[in-house]
């Protein structure tokens, strides 16, 4: 699987924004071809092998600013990727919208950073929803956890109180699913 380079450019932000002292120590940490990347133009319409840009990276910042938490330092990275791109571009969309359609839109939003993904909305209800993707790395479920926290942190930007989410049983193979739920 492949992730575009807006992706990457979360990511990067991300460790200069909120470690800045581990900055370094996080790039030489990172495959070589990945420091290159990493510390020079990414090409946010290129597409990037997940594992060694994606995956790795965020391995590495775990285990450098997170005590190896992977769960935690995906979570957090995930909402902060939903700060930065639904800030941005997709900002008014957030004051118009309802939760339900925008994890609809997030199906699209998520079809667009990553090559071969396959997005489902089911068992929609007045608070709750769930929602199921691919797994992007077959190595753990790291990179899950991320795209968990890019959408708990869309639904908090969309005015949704007390999100929580708790991971169900697959709705469907090969996937993930998450039941993600709101006051």
């Known amino acids: ?28 940490g990172i495959h070589p071809e990945a420091k290159v990347t990493y ?26 600013a997170y005590n190896s938490d992977y769960k935690k330092a995906a979570l957090d990275l995930g909402q902060f990727s939903a700060d930065f791109g639904l800030k941005g571009v997709y900002k008014v969309f957030l004051l118009i919208a309802t939760p339900k359609a925008l994890m609809k839109a997030a199906k699209r939003i ?3 950073y990553y090559d071969n993904v396959d997005v489902h909305i089911d068992e ?39 999100v929580t989410f708790e ?9 993930f699913s998450v039941l993600l739920s709101w006051d």
Request: with cysteine; hydrophobic share 35%; proline share 3%.
């Open 167 to 175: 991971t169900v049983y697959p709705l469907y193979d090969n996937m």
């Open 1 to 28: 699987m492949n992730v575009k380079g807006t992706g990457l450019n979360s990511t990067r932000n991300f460790v200069k924004e909120k470690f800045p002292q581990k900055y370094q120590q996080w790039l030489n």
């Open 110 to 112: 998520i079809s667009l």
């Open 39 to 64: 510390s020079g133009l990414i090409k946010t319409t290129a597409w990037y092998d997940v594992d060694m840009y994606y995956h790795k990276p965020l391995e590495v910042l775990a285990d450098l």
């Open 124 to 162: 929609e209800k007045k608070k709750s929803l769930i929602l199921s993707t691919n797994h992007l790395s077959d190595k753990d479920d790291i990179l899950d956890y991320r795209t968990i926290g890019w959408c708990v942190r869309a639904l908090e930007l969309a005015n949704c109180k007390n």
